[in-house]
Nanobody
Framework: QVQLVESGGGLVQAGGSLRLSCAAS????????MGWFRQAPGKEREFVGH????????YYADSVKGRFTISRDNAKNMMYLQMNSLKAEDTAVYYC????????????????WGQGTQVTVSS
């Protein structure tokens, strides 16, 4: 079992930055690929980005590429999402997720989920 807890959400003006954190406990984080997802009101949960267990590989949705950066610190069992140049359309609840197998980036491919943290970008 892995427990995930997100933090760092809040209200920010368009063009600003936020850094989300995901703290993991229960198992060695380096065994897990990890991802960030988000869900806006009335919309389906969507993939934001993924980082491999070692941190050597990162993948991003086109909508955030060049603005968001995922990183991880396996020694601290932490994952991060640095969000720059935020837009109103980035407003959503952001979730971190973890998985033990490789595959596509659909939400069904992730076994463990945090409770989410709200990010609101004012225009």
């Amino acid at each position: 079992q892995v427990q995930l807890v997100e933090s760092g959400g809040g209200l920010v003006q368009a063009g600003g930055s936020l850094r989300l954190s995901c703290a993991a406990s229960g198992r060695t984080l380096s065994n897990f690929g990890m991802g960030w997802f988000r869900q806006a009101p009335g919309k389906e949960r969507e993939f934001v980005g993924h980082i491999s267990g070692s941190g050597s590989g990162t993948y991003y949705a086109d909508s955030v590429k060049g603005r968001f950066t995922i990183s991880r610190d396996n020694a601290k069992n932490m994952m991060y999402l640095q969000m720059n140049s935020l837009k109103a359309e980035d407003t959503a609840v952001y979730y971190c997720a973890a998985r033990t197998w490789a595959g596509g980036f659909g939400s069904s491919n992730y076994e463990y989920w945090g409770q989410g943290t709200q990010v609101t970008v004012s225009s």
